[in-house]
């Protein structure tokens, strides 16, 4: 009983910090699972997809009901990109062995610390949401998000890491509707990447349902807060904590390969 409560505590803050700046529960609660719980890499992986589909259940409802954070028509068109990749992922990694996935997503914790970091709002002269981008801008969105979800559906994180950026930096949309519209997108794109991990009897429902709980709640808390805290602050102590996991991603994957 004491590890369910456990589990459903790091699913309250994967989902909280997943709502929060749109990396979707994944990115926190995979390296909770495999480093905390200690569950393989792919029961992890598959656990963080779940967390991924609950932050934007959680979330994205939310979103939608505030109005102006969610860009749907736009968010309709990206995710079907993104599932095609995330179901290409949910199927290539079963080819993966556990090391690889470890080191591959210290790169990915490690490539999103900077982008929290280095990341800054749009400019004041920035294009608004419903001018159309150019075609080049669009291609480049497309190709960013099939790339977030190939390998979002590897590493069972949804492909926020990627989707955020390509909303925010190419696209020009303000982080805080990027990462909202992320966390909306994720939610469809995590399916076909899970059955994959279904398929190979890879979920853990004894580590998914009790972390499924605990991140449904995070994530309606972290919808609720997002609007009324300050992005800067928090992207820095999200990028301090993805780092602490990468550098402990890296020496178990080091260690055991």
Not at 32 to 42: C, D, E, Q
Not at 136 to 162: D, Q, S
């Given at each position: 009983?004491?590890?369910?409560?456990?589990?459903?505590?790091?699913?309250?803050?994967?989902?909280?910090?997943?709502a929060?700046?749109?990396l979707?529960?994944?990115?926190?609660?995979?390296?909770?699972?495999?480093?905390?719980?200690?569950?393989?890499?792919?029961c992890?992986?598959?656990?963080?997809?779940?967390?991924?589909?609950?932050?934007?259940?959680?979330?994205?409802?939310?979103?939608?009901?505030k109005?102006?954070?969610?860009?749907?028509?736009?968010?309709?068109?990206?995710?079907?990109v993104?599932?095609?990749?995330?179901?290409?992922?949910?199927?290539a990694?079963?080819?993966?062995?556990?090391?690889?996935l470890?080191?591959l997503?210290?790169?990915?914790?490690?490539?999103?610390?900077?982008?929290?970091?280095?990341?800054?709002?749009?400019?004041?002269?920035?294009?608004?949401?419903?001018?159309?981008?150019p075609?080049?801008?669009?291609?480049?969105?497309?190709a960013?998000?099939?790339?977030?979800?190939?390998?979002?559906?590897?590493?069972?994180?949804?492909?926020?890491?990627?989707?955020?950026?390509?909303?925010?930096?190419?696209?020009?949309?303000?982080?805080?509707?990027?990462?909202?519209?992320?966390?909306?997108?994720?939610?469809?794109?995590?399916?076909?990447?899970?059955?994959?991990?279904?398929h190979?009897?890879?979920?853990?429902l004894?580590?998914?349902?009790?972390?499924?709980?605990?991140?449904?709640?995070?994530?309606?808390?972290?919808?609720?807060?997002?609007?009324?805290?300050?992005?800067?602050?928090?992207?820095?102590?999200?990028?301090?904590?993805?780092?602490?996991?990468?550098?402990?991603?890296?020496y178990?994957?080091?260690?055991s390969?």
């Amino acid at each position: 009983m004491a590890e369910l409560w456990w589990i459903g505590l790091g699913g309250f803050f994967a989902g909280l910090l997943g709502a929060l700046v749109g990396l979707g529960g994944g990115i926190v609660a995979v390296p909770f699972v495999n480093l905390v719980v200690g569950a393989s890499m792919h029961c992890a992986a598959a656990a963080g997809l779940i967390s991924t589909l609950t932050v934007s259940c959680g979330a994205a409802g939310r979103y939608l009901r505030k109005g102006g954070f969610v860009q749907v028509d736009l968010a309709l068109k990206v995710e079907l990109v993104t599932a095609v990749g995330a179901l290409g992922g949910g199927m290539a990694v079963g080819y993966l062995k556990g090391p690889v996935l470890q080191v591959l997503f210290a790169v990915l914790l490690l490539a999103s610390a900077l982008r929290l970091a280095l990341g800054r709002e749009s400019a004041g002269d920035a294009s608004p949401p419903d001018t159309p981008a150019p075609p080049k801008r669009i291609r480049t969105v497309y190709a960013m998000c099939l790339t977030a979800g190939f390998l979002g559906g590897i590493l069972g994180v949804g492909g926020g890491f990627l989707i955020v950026p390509a909303l925010h930096l190419v696209l020009a949309l303000p982080f805080k509707s990027a990462a909202a519209t992320s966390n909306f997108v994720m939610g469809m794109t995590a399916v076909p990447a899970l059955l994959g991990f279904a398929h190979r009897g890879q979920v853990d429902l004894g580590v998914a349902v009790p972390l499924a709980m605990g991140v449904l709640v995070g994530a309606n808390l972290g919808a609720f807060l997002m609007p009324r805290i300050q992005t800067r602050a928090l992207k820095w102590i999200f990028a301090l904590l993805l780092l602490v996991a990468a550098g402990q991603m890296i020496y178990r994957g080091a260690r055991s390969w």
